[in-house]
Nanobody
Framework: QVQLVESGGGLVQAGGSLRLSCAAS??????????MGWFRQALGKEREFVAA????????DYSDSVKGRFTISRDNAKNTVYLQMNGLKPEDTAVYYC?????????????????WGQGTQVTVSS
């Protein structure tokens, strides 16, 4: 069982930066044994993959739309995953969700994740 709580969202101007955090509470299994991902869902659109981090191997993956601007990282000692977002664009506006997966690879699809946070709103003004 994993509970996830996101924070750090807000309103920012285009070109600005935000850092999202996702604090995890894991029971029965260590946090480091979960692959972690960030997804986002804009109003009226499907939830889409943003970035993911492997369980503990240091492997990351990013969607093409954020590659080079966003960075995912994790601190297993703090049971926390971060998403550093630089060069934000209005099209990055969405609710951002943190998710945990037991997958042994870097999961990039929503169905690969079992646990989800409640989401945090990111709004980028032009």
């Amino acid at each position: 069982q994993v509970q996830l709580v996101e924070s750090g969202g807000g309103l920012v101007q285009a070109g600005g930066s935000l850092r999202l955090s996702c604090a995890a509470s894991a029971s029965g299994r260590a946090f480091s044994t979960y692959a972690m991902g960030w997804f986002r869902q804009a109003l009226g659109k499907e939830r889409e993959f943003v970035a993911a981090f492997s369980r503990s191997g240091g492997i990351t993956d990013y969607s093409d739309s954020v590659k080079g601007r966003f960075t995912i990282s994790r601190d297993n000692a703090k049971n926390t995953v971060y998403l550093q977002m630089n060069g934000l664009k209005p099209e990055d506006t969405a609710v951002y969700y943190c998710a945990a997966s037991a997958s042994a690879i870097v999961p990039t699809y929503t169905h690969q994740y079992r646990y989800w946070g409640q989401g945090t709103q990111v709004t980028v003004s032009s």
